[in-house]
């Protein structure tokens, strides 16, 4: 059983920063490309930014230069700092990450529970 918990999302004015951290747990053998991605109320979940499990990162273009993500290998966790926030980044943030367990050894895809995020202006 895996399980992906993320924390770090409020409320927060325009210009404003948050940190959002995810940390994976359970039998868990490796976790390897991590990434956040974002559902806004009636639009489809995007991906915001992704890592690799050597730090390769990706950004989507709407926050690049604004966001950085970030992992913690030894924590089995991942990071995303957002800096400039605008309200257009109001949405529920979820962690995804693929997750090699131990028992079964099988990899497989995970989502954690979304924690919200909302810019005012």
């Known amino acids: 059983q895996v399980q992906l918990v993320e924390s770090g999302g409020g409320l927060v004015q325009a210009g404003g920063s948050l940190r959002l951290s995810c940390s994976a747990s359970?039998?868990?053998?490796?976790?390897?490309?991590m990434a956040w991605y974002r559902q806004a109320p009636g639009k489809q979940r995007k991906r915001v930014a992704d890592i690799s499990l050597r730090g390769r990162t990706n950004y989507a273009d709407s926050v690049k230069g604004r966001f950085t993500i970030s992992r913690d290998n030894a924590k089995k966790s991942v990071y995303l700092q957002m800096n400039s926030l605008k309200p257009e980044d109001t949405a529920v943030y979820y962690c995804?990450?693929?997750?090699?367990?131990?028992?079964?050894?099988?990899?497989?895809?995970?989502w954690g529970q979304g924690t919200q995020v909302t810019v005012s202006s």
């Open positions: 995804n990450a693929d997750v090699q367990t131990i028992l079964p050894p099988v990899l497989q895809n995970y």
């Open positions: 359970g039998t868990i053998s490796s976790v390897n490309n």
